[in-house]
């Protein structure tokens, strides 16, 4: 008994190492069974409270994703209502198309669900709007409990001016996913660090082996997320666009470069051709090339490569470390959550919403049935319960495990708006297409972008 | 007479095999989609065969049963509900106020049916959120009746101006005469003009319960309850960039899906393709 | 056309008992959600904070200073110019085929009213991808037939092309339309014309067409309407791009209101749509009254 205890810390501590979260920070959280078993008796004395001590609440939840999310996320209500038989959950569960918009009108109207999933991208715009919209999380800590949470996690996700206004439902981050058996046998390498311009040589490599294949596949909103802006912030060593300042973050030359390199992906053959990859849109996996193993390495989200894994069964497939200048100033990559919890702030049952939430994210038996279906846990509880279902590896597990190995800088906020995206991707997507020099779509890129900033 | 009549509308064999031949590529996506079912998802997008490796209804019985709480049966069931009313409500609605644009002279008439046009013109997504508002003042929200409400007030007057057209082409002397004999103006309505709009009001209900049966975005916004879903909603349940989608399953359950659209066009048809001709009415 | 019979006394405001149900669905339903978009066109609005009085700011940008609207304007015009001619005279030709007697009509008019019942479908959109890229069915068969093949959809320059070819698949409720119109024909006419022994041709132009010009005229009124406001095709199956080739206004439109958070800058496009439809729509009506035929003698 001792001995499997004994065993259970070293896992547990083994874990904490690992799992340290954003930035490398070592984790100053107790994360020892005492906490969670102590949080875990709390909630069973709640549990044995009767309903008659309460009146009957119902609160509903909104989410967004795909079956397994869907019913993983039912069977957690179902075990929280039978612990707090007074409370319903109303789940409202759909596609991420028109989600947005739906979510907008709701915010709007004030009728919105008690609890919801969000955006990442889309919350700055909407507490700058109205903070109201969502209750803080710090408020409520007597129901729920942040400290499992990695601190610098919650710093950078859905933390605005001090107030918790979301929770991540994840760790994530931007990631490789490439093909190991035809990588070794072209003989290039994806495992230790590598440059962009190493990134050129290797796609000339996969040339010479086989004219019909290309080293890498991205889509257009790839060669934002994944070139522009990154490239440019280890360039210059700040974001893109600074929040504090509403000021462009680099020179026009910088830009210059960044597109000559996307110039150069396309020209030497290394990316796979605009014109082909366009059309699959967000969703690389059903690209036939992709399934027919022509391309070696894509670029995605570690919340995607599982997708991209599974679209072609006859692959081999590792995650990748991710390129990174000499001398970068900053390493560019970075993690954070594929989307955030957040509790209206209209709702008039946010404690019971609180409540929720904290058997959502802090219950070991939740974390048991929730598993990685919004990526890998953010807290130590689901981090735990992972650990021990075993579930905590494969693709998604290590392509988060390389993400927090960057230290580069969050650059949520004016680079991500919408607005700014659909700029540089235009940018990036039109030099792609071998329209316009890199210089031209520089200097009407900058134009548009301090347009933009004058409008702030 | 009748001999002619047959010879006129028949066909040489030319023309029949090109129709046929034409056919048969209009019928290629469904079958298509159709195969899809039982295939996997990298037969769907990596290969272009139509015929799937292997056959088996496992998709359809996986795809029906979309999670613990909830099967296609409470959607199918939804959608018909919400569908048939509104398509109802919607023909009643325009018909009525297609005659009474139609037919009489009342004042202001040129200005109103110059507003019946215009608001067709508008883009929908900006009215989309105040329209939203409203219907949420009146408690309507997570209901079918923003539906029901903008068909019987024929909200969409896309079917008014139809069936205004079709009306003006009937004979006006047709319910005149009647009017003359005695006929409240209703009945006149009812008994003379139904009757030979027949073939239009089939058309525009078959308009109306394939538009609603189809809408995502409106019924997106409107209903929040999942059990309250329609088919449109439910078949992108499955959809998200983060997680595997099975496409078989997508795919049986969108065919499933358009088999009702299919047999109701097939059912329908005889209604709107029977006309003055053949009613033995004469002009 | 119709001798002019003595008008017959009618109680004429009857007529607005009967669009009573319209009227109160005008005034209760639609005049808010319009005047409120005519008023956010004149203000600064991101819908979630109250709307900031800007004058015709938004306006003068759009006619001023946004070189995409021009751009989405002109996306819009071609893809109108192509979609409504063609989809109507596809509808019209197959109308006109199926209104005669084949075998297994029933059946062959369901078939030709699939594309347009599907083409909503998600399932769909995916086929169309399929059937056009690198390696899809279209290029095969253009190999097959020793002509070179394309992007298709991957291609700026035969993007848009490709979407109204699509568009012109789906010819369905024009077609619905136009075969009620055609079996509402009197057939006394083609028989009186049969025994002046016209030709078929003759017939067409002289009684099917004016017999049958009111519905033509709704379809093309519709279609064009709805051809200026259309975002879903190129939304679903090319996301407005490649490099904006399909960016039509209504994308353009929808991008600025719900991605941009620019709700008056999107009402203003949307008033200008709505003036752009209103121009072409009092064009066509005033060359309807020339062309179309009513056979209530064009009392309206």
Redesign the interface.
Known sequence: MKKLKLTALLVTMAMTASLAGCGNSASEETTDGTQSSQATATQEAAGTETAENHDPVTL?F?W????????AT??VIDKFEQEYPWITI?????????Y???L??Q???G?V?DIFQMGTGWMP??VE??AG?FADFKDFSDVFDLSTFEESILKNNGQFDGHQYGVPTGISGHALIYNKKVADEIGVDFSSDYTWDDIVEMGKKVKEYDKDMYLLTMG?SELNTMIVRPYLQQLTGSTVLVNETKKRGFEEKDLVEVLNYIKALYDEGVAS???????????L????NW??QKYVAAFG?S??V??LQ????DGNFAAGKLPVMTNAKDEGWYCNA?QYMCVSGASEHQEEAMMFLNYFYNNADAAKILKT?RSVPPTSVGQEACTELGILEGIAKDSVDIIQTYTGTNDLGLTTE??VT?ILQ?AA??VA?G?GTPEDVAKSTISLLDNYLSSK | MRKKLKKRNSVSWVTYTVVLLIGLAMLYPIIWMFFATFKSNAEIFGSVKLLPSSFSFQSYIDGWHVNSKITYTTFFKNSFVMTIITTLFTVLSSAIVAYGFARYQFPGKKILFGILIATLMLPGAVVMIPRYAMFNKLGLVDTYWPFYLQGLLSVNSFFVFMLIQFIRGLPRELDESAYLDGCSDLKVFVKILVPLMKPALFSAGLFQFMWTYNDYTNVLIYINSVKKYTLSLALRLSLDAESVVQWNKVMAMSFLSILPLIILFFAAQKYFVEGIATSGLKG | MTPKKKKIKRKQWIGLVFIAPWLIGLIGLQVYPFVASLFYSFTEYNIMSSPKWIGLANYVKLFTADNEFWYSVKVTLIYTIFTVPGKLTVALIVALVMNKNMKGINFIRTIYYIPSLIGGSIGIAILWKLMFQEEGIINSLLKAIHLPTLHWLGDPKTALPTIILLQLWTFGSSFVMFLAALKNVPADLYEAADIDGASSWKKFVKITLPQISSIIFFNIIMQTITALQSFTSSLVITNGGPLKSTYVLGMKLYTEAFSFYKMGYACAISWVIFIMIMIVTMILFRFSSMMVYYEDGNDF
Do not use: F, H
Not at chain 1, 90 to 98: I, K
Not at chain 1, 274 to 283: C, E, N, P, Q, R
Not at chain 1, 310 to 313: E, F, G, I, Q, T
């Open positions: 509903r909104m967004w994703g795909g079956d397994e999310r869907a019913q039912l069977d109303e789940a409202e569960y759909g596609s991420s198309d028109g947005q918009e739906k907008t009108a915010l709007v109207s009728t669900a715009g909407y709007s109205n919209y257009s051709p605009m014109s082909t990859v366009i059309a699959y849109g967000a969703d996996g059903t690209d036939p399934i027919n989200y919340s995607t599982e997708t599974a679209a072609c069964p594929p279906v919408e607005e659909a235009d997507t039109q297409y329209q």
